[in-house]
């Protein structure tokens, strides 16, 4: 069995404080992906590092407070691939895979274009550039769980405003059909929606802090597990976790019948 769990802290500092850590050390995870670490490495103090056993794997952006994404395990990988050897991605600290066997794990944020139009063309930029790194991780032969915050939500069934976002970075028709692309031209498998093809709100895994959005539940799912045919063909359960909050987005968990 592999239990695997990712979730945008939007702080890990931030997290920390609201118990990120002291629930995740009941969790009985394998392998935790982080993203929006908003620290540097000596930001981090030993436990962040090191909770309960695990040993923290971190690619932190250049820019202080921003970005930067992790993993932590309890067993050691075989190969840590920090970046995709792209200078602008990675000063963002975007992307970190560990090797475990035959097994790739990934922890992935993408941009956010929400802020600005010149962030919404780093967005594409980015999304651009990133098409044919995850076309070769396909080809290379090995099993991969590429865990993150896509901030893209595929389809109406992935957001409760659907109607009034589709000119809303994150919902746009250039985002949704380079989502598709990735699932159905390269056959990565979402995990999660594979397992609940009809799961609305109940998957949602991000709230605006505007208004009264996750009282009401009015939330996006922009947090995935996208898998290889293989092992996302292993998946027995997934469930986002909300009877505590850490960030703004909450944890998914996905179990699979994997030897690990």
Same mark, same amino acid.
């Given at each position: 069995?592999?239990?695997? !769990? ?6 890990? *500092?931030?997290?920390?404080? =609201?118990?990120?850590?002291?629930? &995740?050390?009941?969790?009985? @995870? ?8 908003? $620290? ?33 395990? +309890? *067993?050691?990988?075989? *190969? ?5 050897? !792209?200078?602008?991605?990675? $000063?963002?600290?975007? %992307?970190?895979?560990?090797? %475990?066997? @035959?097994?790739? !794990?990934? /922890? ?7 802020? /600005? ?5 780093? =967005? ?15 080809? /290379? ?17 992935? &957001? =409760?405003? #659907? ?12 985002? +949704?059909?380079? %989502? ?33 959005? #996750? @009282? ?9 597990? &996208?898998?290889?045919?293989?092992? @996302?063909?292993?998946? *027995?359960?997934?469930?986002?976790? =909300?009877?505590? +909050? ?15």
């Amino acid at each position: 069995m592999l239990r695997v !769990i990712t979730l945008n802290l939007n702080g890990i *500092r931030s997290a920390t404080g =609201k118990g990120f850590l002291d629930w &995740l050390g009941a969790q009985n @995870a394998d392998v935790v992906c982080v993203q929006e670490l908003k $620290a540097q490495a000596g930001d981090l103090t030993d436990a962040m590092r090191h909770p309960d056993g695990y040993s923290g794997h971190f690619h932190h952006a250049e820019k202080k407070g921003y970005s930067g994404v992790g993993l932590y395990t +309890r *067993r050691a990988p075989d *190969r840590v691939v920090e970046g995709l050897g !792209i200078t602008d991605i990675d $000063a963002e600290g975007r %992307f970190l895979q560990l090797d %475990f066997g @035959a097994l790739s !794990i990934v /922890s992935l944020y993408l941009p956010s274009g929400s802020s /600005s139009d010149e962030r919404q063309q780093v =967005k594409f930029a980015f999304m651009e550039r990133f098409l044919p790194h995850l076309a070769s991780l396909r080809a /290379s032969g090995r099993e991969l769980i590429v865990c993150g915050d896509w901030n893209i939500a595929h389809k109406e069934i992935d &957001l =409760k405003n #659907w109607k009034s976002n589709q000119k809303n970075s994150g919902f746009l028709p250039e985002e +949704r059909a380079w %989502f598709t692309r990735v699932l159905d031209e390269q056959q990565w498998v979402d995990v999660y929606r594979r397992l609940y093809p009809e799961a609305g709100g109940e998957g949602y895994t991000w709230w605006s802090n505007r208004g009264q959005a #996750w @009282a009401k539940n009015v939330g996006w799912r922009i947090d995935y597990q &996208l898998a290889t045919p293989g092992v @996302a063909a292993t998946a *027995r359960s997934a469930a986002v976790y =909300k009877e505590q +909050r850490f960030s703004d987005h909450a944890p998914l968990t996905v179990e699979y019948g994997w030897a690990f």
